[in-house]
């Protein structure tokens, strides 16, 4: 902590003495806006800048016009600033922010900037188990946990506040002779002492769902040892499973709405008292309260008593309150009834009130409209609200299982009515294993008030300018916007809503939303209980995404798998991509190379010598048993169960509709069993179709199916002379086109170690692929690079397996396929058996849109420059001059390279009819110029298919 500097700039000329519950022995010094200004363990931000003086904040986003600190926790529609230190982050309310030492800040207007390094420390989840959550640590709600602790239940006990009491901390209340706050002292530390009771504080229970399940946001420190935290930047999700979730979150008070009601030092009364009770600022030194409720009459009495003069209370009742008149009276404080403040004057902050007409001089402008309670989580739960005309307000409207609203949040609003309805929730809970909730005593006995007065319940004030009267202050959403979206028809609140905007800021309307529910009901002749609020939605503050992602983040939220030759890889100088969860290489460059000078040498490697593939991320599925033969011929299109020992088939799998979801190959191991071998990122998916098939459709099928991916490690070793490197590697093979024939494989030993070999080619050269166990993966892919050196082996990663591949036209399913294309979309006809009864998908194939001879087929394309790679995903349209939009298109690329082999680019596409289209130019609009294409055949590298042998 530092030591109180001496400059003007860092007095706090707003501090009461002896008043707040900050550690005024301990100075802490931040930054805001630049200027360097000092405050106390226990303040906010907000109530450091009030002491100071300091009321504008920011400027509102869309006018600019000032903005400062209007209310003094989660409802403040305007405070927002961006921290920068100790962790940067955007759209933060000044009025929420604990104060540390070394906070920097800044108001912000809209938008604000994320942390350029991210830490995943920052953030955790947490998840606990409770018969009772009661949410909120106020009054209502210490009694509730306080009733079912003693019963022995386990509580968890969550308020967003740094300390609990809730309102009692902003307030001058006494309970049992004593201040308010010596009740709540107690209270906290006998939950302390009980057993299985877990007490959150600085928690925001945000999001309430089904069957008692709550998501809170704990903004936590490593160091929270003295009376000043740290930092609070880091935060914990706790996912809480309750019984019984206990709503006691209190009400927020509701402003009044009048011309100029946006600037700097016009605040909620409540607000008011909760800074100077609880921070020991004043607001103000000269101040007006505009009210239609009792409760501002508090405030302007304590702000007396503290050395602001009020100038007037403006009471818009036709008679003042008789005790609190008599209170103000006792004061000096003039009360105004039966009038209103119409409008205000000043620039940076308030200068003026006006009273009907007369301009009233002031700094600080009270303003009470009531109170809305905080009903979000048990709307949330889907719980219906019903209209209280007296107070202007929408409280619980039904009885929901295993919920209890309690306390102001249930239209509650006196304090011996609080504690008594804490302990009706708690009672009500029995449902949720607790036995015998008995009372906490005998209920603390608060010392009576002067009385309570009905509001009035008034949502503007008529005179003025409605485009200067704002309903939401973070929208800059005026009387005028509500009343041009009745006037285009807008009838309910739903729609006024995203008409203006109102509600969907920071705040989601928590001061805006009732009045904009009300003022709209006034324009038009409706009563407000039948137009209601808008839907109430998590979360209830807002919540960063990384908070919710908590550390499942990079490597912890997408495990990141890598195959047995990573470390080889890395050491090489791979350039890898994520393929599914798999880091695979995608080029090996060498000193000087881009990618497409890397894969150009690659694939003139595997087209003219010998390369090699890490292809071990291919999914691989053990099939065994009886009946796996029947399986398979039911998931694939062509046959299975005819494939001999010895030898591996190429399948193609549909879904119900006939549809492409996954191609591979299919290895024959033995009469019982079979390895199937599917794409890379749909390993997964595959499996879990399979199984769903056998579990809930073919249950009598004796199969098993299980994931092999890891534990064998498989190289494509490709090209002309690859039949040299394995014939080196494994002498015991005989190697040879007769001995050796496509699709087939063989096992043999190498240094002990089972290795299977299969004469599979996804490149159209000669190819052997070699399967090994995982743990010799490293020892073999030496020992066939060492054999290769003669050769020229090269290396090669999948951009270079996909230029060879397309060259020979073979699809990418996912790629050259979107879920609208069938196989003999592809021209694979030929993979789909005529022979077989049934398998999935056979029936769509007799669709009439199946049959459409119009459907896109994956054809080949040439630029005609010879020199254009064609963006995947560019369109294709049949026309040489682009006509008026819209533009008919034939198709898309799906797949487009630079060949080393044809010595130009090419592209795969999917074109209406493509195959009738075969040597027809067609167009790609491209960079507002259309560039000629030749439509060829998928086939561009050895279409007759010789080089496959060697």
Known sequence: ????????????????????????????????????????????????????????????????????????????????????????????????????????????????????????????????????????????????????????????????????????????????????????????????????????????????????????????????????????????????????????????????????????????????????????????????????????????????????????????????????????????????AGEVVTGTRGGDRITHALVGREPVACDLLLVSGGWNPAVHLFSQARGRLRHDADLGAFLPGEELPGVTVAGSANGVFDLAGCLRDGRRAARSARAAGIEAVSGPGTLPEPEPGPGRTPPLVLWRVPEGDPGTQFVDVARDATVADIARAVGAGMRSVEHVKRYTTIGTAHDQGKTSGVIASGITAELLGAPVEGLGTTTFRPPYTPVAFAALAGRQRGALFDPERTTALHDWHVAHGAVFEDVGQWKRPRYYPQPGEDMETAVLRECAAARTGVGILDGSTLGKIDVHGPDAAVLLDRIYTNMMSSLKVGFVRYGVMCGVDGMVIDDGTVLRAAEDRFLVYTTTGGAAKVLDWMEEWLQTEWPGLRVHLTSVTEQWSTFPVVGPRSRDVIGAVFPGVDVSADAFPFMAWRDTVLDGAGVRIARVSFSGELAYEVNVSSWYAPAVWERLLAAGRPHGITPYGTETMHVLRAEKGYPIIGQDTDGTVTPHDLGMSWAVSKKKPDFVGKRSFSRQENQNPLRKQLVGLLPVDRRTVLPEGAQIVGCDVLPEPPVPMLGHVTSSYRSAELGRPFALALVKAGRTRIGEILHVPLGGALVPVEVTGSVLVDPEGARRDG
């Open 1 to 336: 902590m530092s030591e109180l500097a001496s400059e003007s700039s860092m007095q706090s000329e707003f501090r009461v003495p002896a008043r707040g519950r900050i550690d005024r022995g301990t100075t802490c010094t931040f930054t805001f806006n630049g200027e360097r200004l000092t405050g106390h363990p226990g303040d906010t931000l907000a109530s450091a800048l009030l002491a100071h003086g300091r009321h504008r904040v920011t400027t509102s986003i869309a006018l600019g016009r000032p903005r400062g600190i209007a209310a003094a926790w989660a409802e403040d529609p305007s405070g927002l600033v961006q921290v920068e230190e100790p962790f940067p982050e955007p759209m933060l309310l000044a009025t929420t922010i604990e104060l540390t030492d070394g906070l920097v800040a800044r108001g912000v207007a809209g938008q604000g900037r994320l942390a350029e390094v991210p830490d995943s420390a920052r953030y955790d989840a947490k998840h606990a188990h409770a018969d009772l959550l009661v949410v909120g640590a106020g009054p209502a709600g210490l009694v509730a946990a306080l009733t079912a602790a003693r019963a022995g239940a386990r509580v968890v006990l969550v308020d967003e506040q740094s300390e609990a009491g809730g309102s009692l901390l902003g307030s001058t209340d006494i309970l049992d002779g004593a201040p308010a706050c010596e009740w709540v002292a107690g209270a906290v530390a006998e939950l302390a002492g009980l057993p299985d009771v877990l007490h959150l504080q600085r928690t925001t229970a945000f999001g309430h769902y089904d069957d008692g399940f709550v998501l809170a946001l704990e903004r936590r420190t490593d160091h929270l040892g003295t009376s000043a935290p740290r930092n609070l930047s880091r935060q914990r999700v706790w996912r809480i499973r309750a019984g019984h979730v206990v709503i006691a979150t209190g009400a927020h008070e509701r402003p009044v709405v009048f011309s100029d009601n946006d600037r700097p030092g016009i605040m909620l009364a409540g607000a008011a008292r909760t800074f100077l009770h609880r921070y020991g600022v004043l607001a103000g030194r000269d101040a007006v309260v505009f009210t239609t409720d009792d409760a501002a009459y508090a405030a302007a009495l304590d702000l007396a008593d503290a050395g602001a003069r009020v100038h007037a209370v403006v009471d818009a009742r036709p008679e003042a309150p008789p005790g609190w008149r008599v209170e103000c009276e006792r004061r000096g404080i003039p009360v105004r």
